[in-house]
């Protein structure tokens, strides 16, 4: 059976796959927080061949164990991993439902982050605000205003 897995992959991750940005207190950067995007995709555990697949179109990341939902996870963290293989897969084969809105910023979050704008007060607000637009379901530890007044503090 010939199957087309780059357009697959694709509407695989329009169901079942997550770009986040975490945002972390770190005291001992510069900048006081570090900035930490994710892609991820989940599966029940007797259909690992999918995330295999994934794991092996893009080169690496790591299949774990979910423990909230009992699934398994495929996942990229990797900086230079998720610019050179994963932001140009999504530009080629783009998303069709409302999670592509999700990736464009994403991508601009990498994109900042590639040119090290993370490491500066202006640069990371701006991933902040960036960052808070995405996944608006989602949780997040550290709410973006939180993380801005503290910047501003800093500053």
Partial sequence: MLVDLPSYISGYVDGEGCFSVSIAPRPRLVVGWEVRPSFAVGQNGDRSEVLRAMQGYFGRGSIRPNRRDKTLKWEVRSLPLLWERVVP???????????????????????????????????????????????????????????????????
């Fill in 89 to 155: 897969h999504f530009r080629q084969y783009p998303l069709l439902s409302s999670k592509r809105l999700d990736f464009d910023l994403f991508e601009n979050i990498c994109a900042s982050m590639i040119e090290e704008r993370h490491l500066s007060m202006e640069g990371l607000a701006e991933i902040v605000r960036l960052a808070a637009r995405m996944n608006p379901s989602g949780e997040r530890r550290y709410r973006p205003h939180v993380i801005l007044e503290a910047l501003e503090m800093k500053a």
